[in-house]
């Protein structure tokens, strides 16, 4: 697959998943153009891993990963500090991606977009999108993010998948939750 092609279908598939309409539209779309039935994501294995651990997801969300720099703490994609995204971030809260889509993502991050990767060995080998390095023209190519193991990739994956995805509206015990009780992130939440 070229790489302007993958970065076309993963834009519809990352942002236009902020709705559960334009994902049903979007995705048969994104799948015909890179060959590939939509109703199901390639199976991911991370060779060494074991069921996630949530705690230590959080951990890598928050600090290790970073992933809260661009989708911000709460992971609605406005919150974040990074200036690359800030507001354009996915919105995790509202993704419709499963498990596997995400770990490709969060494993392979996405081509042409400031989606970093996070897998220590993503394009030396095929294991992302089928592609290496070398497929790449030099504006299209991913980016490295902070490298994290495996483990930690399930991790992440299943705190979002746990405490971000499909929560609705940021409310006060959220964000208490998130930092601590009586944090002063908090006071404009109810």
Known sequence: MKPNRLAAIATVLVMGLSSAAMAQDAAPAAAAAAGTDATQSP???????????????????????????????????????????????ANLRETQLDTNALIQIVSCGIPGTPMPY???????????????????????APQPGNLISNQDIINVVGYVEQKVKGRGPITKAECEEYFKPGATQCASYK
Request: charged content about 25%; overall charge positive.
């Open 43 to 89: 199976a991911v294995e991370l060779a060494g891993t074991t069921a996630p651990d949530i705690v230590r997801g959080k951990r890598v969300f928050q600090a290790l990963a970073n992933c809260a720099r661009c989708h911000g703490w709460p992971g609605d994609g406005e919150t974040g500090k990074d200036p690359r995204s800030q507001g354009q971030a």
């Open 118 to 140: 996070h897998d220590r060995l993503a394009y030396q080998d095929k294991r992302c999108f089928g592609q290496t390095k070398a497929d790449f023209s030099a504006d299209q």
